[in-house]
């Protein structure tokens, strides 16, 4: 029989263990948190030095592949027939970047009559830029007009961005050493992409350090295109792409540049045509 002193000395017990079960539980979820917390943390970091959404879209999408993807794969595949077109431009003036740069009809506003091409590719990143090097350098330009990083700062550091920068720009040198390389700062951003502006000046720091004066050109254009710590409004219709305006200031920015190199003797052969080269376009 159980006496009223044993139910009160069990009851004592159960009270008395409680705040620590309580504890116990409490330091379990807490170290589950944690556990998790650093497994997501973990992933998040694979994902990012595998390529960030890129290689999620490849590993998860199967042979779907996003607009911007199927836009860079088609663009780089013009750009490499037209390596073997007979009549292109013996050493051009190349213009090399993402969208700002696709965007920019360059060498009509600078009456360039097809010296200057234009190499730009919506979306693209400074490792897009790395990949297709080859087929810009083989052209051998006269000058390259190089932009590139807005794209970067969702997925590499600044550090990493200019890495990329310096990869590129030592790929020209070595494969088309005559040509000019104008590393321009990447352009601030407005609106909802304010935030990347720290990132952007720490990348444009790098830029300039990299460039040393006389093959490799730093171009400050970041400070031009400023407006109270962002991308002036009055330049853009959405904080990162450019309005007709904002063109028109970049464009006279570069002009007695581009205007220099275009008085540049060039060559009348054509350069190398690439064994990777297909068949002529008609």
């Known amino acids: 029989m159980i006496t009223h002193q044993s139910e009160s000395q069990a009851t004592q017990i159960v009270e008395s263990s409680t705040p620590r079960l309580g504890r116990i539980a409490r330091q379990l979820l807490v170290a589950s948190l944690l556990a998790n917390a650093v497994v997501c943390a973990l992933a998040a970091y694979i994902v990012y030095r595998r390529g960030g959404t890129e290689y999620l879209e490849k590993r998860f999408s199967g042979n779907i592949l996003s607009p911007a993807r199927v836009h860079w794969i088609r663009r780089q595949s013009l750009f490499q027939r037209l ?10 003036i190349v213009f090399l ?8 009809e360059w060498d009509e506003i600078v009456g360039g009559r097809g010296a200057i091409v234009n190499r730009g590719i919506g979306a693209d990143t400074s ?12 052209m051998r330009p006269r000058a390259v007009f190089l932009m590139i990083g807005t794209n970067d700062a969702s997925f590499l550091q600044p550090k990493e961005t200019v890495q990329n920068c310096r990869l590129i720009v030592e790929r020209i040198g070595t494969e088309s050493p005559s040509t000019m390389v104008y ?26 350090a990299m460039a040393d004066g006389t093959r490799v050109v730093y171009i ?63």
Request: charged share 20%.
């Open 183 to 208: 590393v321009q700062s990447v352009l601030p951003t407005g609106g909802p992409w304010q935030s990347r502006n720290a990132w952007i000046r720490d990348v444009n720091a790098g830029l300039k």
């Open 220 to 282: 400050d254009l970041y400070q031009s295109f400023l407006d109270k710590g962002t991308l002036n409004a009055k330049l853009s219709f959405d904080g990162v792409h450019l309005n007709g305006d904002g063109y028109d200031l970049w464009y006279n920015l570069l002009l007695p540049l581009v205007r220099s190199q275009l008085a540049v003797a060039s060559p009348s052969v054509h350069p190398p045509r690439p064994a990777s080269a297909g068949a002529p376009l008609r």
């Open 83 to 92: 390596q073997s077109v007979p009549e292109r431009p013996a050493h051009p």
């Open 97 to 104: 970047g993402d969208s700002i740069t696709e965007l920019g």
């Open 127 to 138: 490792r897009g830029v790395l990949d297709r090097i080859e087929t810009i350098a083989a």
